[in-house]
């Protein structure tokens, strides 16, 4: 068996061993929350440019038919 697929001794189920990790992954972060554990990732960062600040809003979107005209001169 390759790397690729997880084969565990005890029950013989046998997955894609990415898909097995993430699904591990996935049932750690669950109970994690349910604790109440607090997230160790980092906050995004509050760029005003980027529109990740609530209290900032983001530029105007101009519609695409007035940007054509613009774009064409």
């Keep these: ?6 084969a565990c001794r005890s029950c013989g189920f046998v997955d894609h061993a990415d898909r097995n990790g993430s699904r591990n992954i996935r049932a750690r972060a669950r109970q994690s929350w349910r604790r109440g554990a607090q997230s160790t ?3 995004p960062p509050r ?10 809003a983001p530029p105007p ?8 005209r613009y774009s064409r001169g």
Aim: no cysteine.
């Design 61 to 68: 979107v101009m519609p695409a038919a007035q940007a054509l």
């Design 47 to 56: 760029n005003p440019g980027l529109g990740l600040d609530a209290s900032v």
């Design 41 to 43: 990732a980092p906050a």
């Design 1 to 6: 068996m390759s790397q690729a697929w997880f």
